[in-house]
Every structure is written in C-alpha cells, then in structure tokens.
C-alpha cells in the first residue's frame, strides 16, 4: 500500500492523506481523508490530481478506481473533478461505521474510475 501524508506548503501541518492498494500489476485502487475545517479551498483536488498523476506516471497504472459512499458528495465531485468516470453504485456493500448497537452499517457505494489513456487526454482537471 502507498499512503502519503498531504501537508500544507506553508508550515507543513498536515490536513490529510492520500493512499492506493495496487491489486494488480496496473490497477490500483485509490482513497483520500481531509480534515474538514480546509474544505472547498482547492486541496484535495491539488493533492488528487498530483497522487493519480503520480500513480500513471510513475507507478504503470493502466487503471485506478475508487470506491464512495453514496452520500458522499464531496468526495464524488472529486472523482468527477478528476475526470474519474461514474461506473455504477453497489447496494450495501460497505460498512466504515456500525449502528449503535455495534453491527455493521452497510452503505450504498459508488465506484469511480479513470484509464491512463483517459488521464493523459483530460486537460479540464
């Protein structure tokens, strides 16, 4: 796994992180956490596009998706900002939270995902 701290330029104080799990040789899937007092600042979209760039450059990614919850949508304008193609949303698939009685909370989850070739011709992120 990859992960990287993303830091602000001026003073270094971390604001979050961006990270990929390669689960093929040219695949990899990709996540980010913001802190979300630097929201609607430009950051994320800054560190994104530097970390998939990155990834497509440097690491042979053919390929990188990522999985967001439904109700997520700051996180779906990212992937969408990024050029990142909307491929479907899976019904309860994931569960990051639990109920308060402790079992599992299963959230509908959006897949998102962006090729090399798509990457390289995207201009507008």
């Known amino acids: 796994m990859l992960r990287y701290a993303v830091c602000l330029k001026e003073d ?5 992180d961006v990270f990929a799990l390669r689960e093929e040789a040219d695949t990899f899937n990709v996540g980010w956490h913001f802190n979300q007092r630097f929201e609607g600042k430009g950051l994320a979209h800054e560190a994104a596009t530097e970390f998939l760039d990155y990834l497509f450059r440097e690491a042979g990614a053919r390929r990188i998706y990522g999985f967001v919850e439904d109700d997520n949508l700051r996180s779906k304008r990212l992937c969408e900002r990024l050029g990142m193609r ?32 798509e990457w390289k011709n995207n201009k507008n992120r």
């Open 12 to 16: 270094d104080f971390i604001i979050g």
């Open 86 to 117: 909307y491929e479907g949303c899976m019904k309860e698939f994931i569960s990051f939270v639990c109920h308060p009685d402790g079992t599992p909370r299963y959230e509908d989850t959006c897949i998102y995902a962006v090729l090399n070739k």
